[in-house]
């Protein structure tokens, strides 16, 4: 397991006050775990923020984030079930169209909050087969021609379903090979409405840019770089 960061420790990584690093933790944009009255943070999350830096700009909302994805991704249906309202859909609409998604990635994390855990090597397998989940990142790595078994799953799932899949699966978190993107139950059902397995192209694109592989990293920017409308 690798040793997590202090707030100090992670504050002097990312070049940032110990204040700014708890913000981070307390918006759900800095994975980390509370021991006592601490919290310690992964350092592979620390290094993802380095290369992934706050941008300029408002993030968008939760169900404007996942418009955006799904119209990047060609799903005009799902992104109209998830903002409902016209205005936002054409707001969403042309938000796309002003912003290129690799360099506006930190604007779309509302999308789900990421939580990272320890379990079992043989739950991972059980994990990225449950029905109702969908495969992001390294596990949907074939998106971009990524082969190979991976070490990790990595997936999104309604938040909704936190207590029972970490009971049913003996999650605990931490630093482990198991990442879940917890999806707000009302969106949830939107995205899930057309049975796929996979999270949208757009949202596992975006998500393999946090990758530790910089082959994953690179591939991601030239696939997301054809998305832009």
């Known amino acids: 397991m690798i040793d997590p960061l202090s707030v100090r420790e992670a504050a002097q990584r990312l070049a940032v006050s110990p204040v ?3 913000q981070q933790i307390a918006g759900g944009r800095l994975p980390a775990i509370k021991r006592g009255r601490d919290w310690w943070v992964d350092p592979r999350a620390v290094e ?9 700009g408002r993030p968008l909302s939760a169900s404007l984030a996942w418009a955006v994805l799904l119209l990047a991704s060609g799903d005009e249906e799902a992104a109209d079930r998830v903002v409902q309202h016209p205005r936002y859909r054409t707001r969403a609409r042309a938000w796309l169209r002003e912003h290129a998604l690799s360099e506006a990635a930190p604007r779309l994390r509302a999308r789900a909050v990421l939580e990272d855990f320890d379990a079992h090597p043989s ?3 059980r994990i990225a087969a449950r029905p ?3 495969l992001t ?4 790595g074939a998106v971009v021609r990524l082969v190979g078994k991976p070490s990790a799953v990595e997936v999104y799932a309604s938040a909704g379903r936190r ?6 699966h003996a999650l605990t978190p931490g630093s482990g090979p198991v ?3 917890w999806v707000a139950d009302e969106i949830w059902n939107a995205l899930r409405a057309n049975g796929e397995k996979r999270a949208p192209r757009s949202a596992v694109l975006l998500d393999l840019l946090e990758s530790d592989e910089p082959r994953a990293r690179r591939e991601a920017v030239r696939a997301l770089a054809s998305l832009r409308s």
């Open 137 to 140: 990142g390294a596990s949907a």
């Open 179 to 181: 990442r879940i993107r």
């Open 48 to 56: 993802r923020m380095r290369r992934l830096p706050a941008r300029s």
């Open 163 to 168: 207590e029972a899949m970490m009971q049913r």
């Open 20 to 22: 700014a690093v708890r």
């Open 123 to 125: 739950e991972l397998r």
């Open 132 to 134: 109702d989940v969908l």
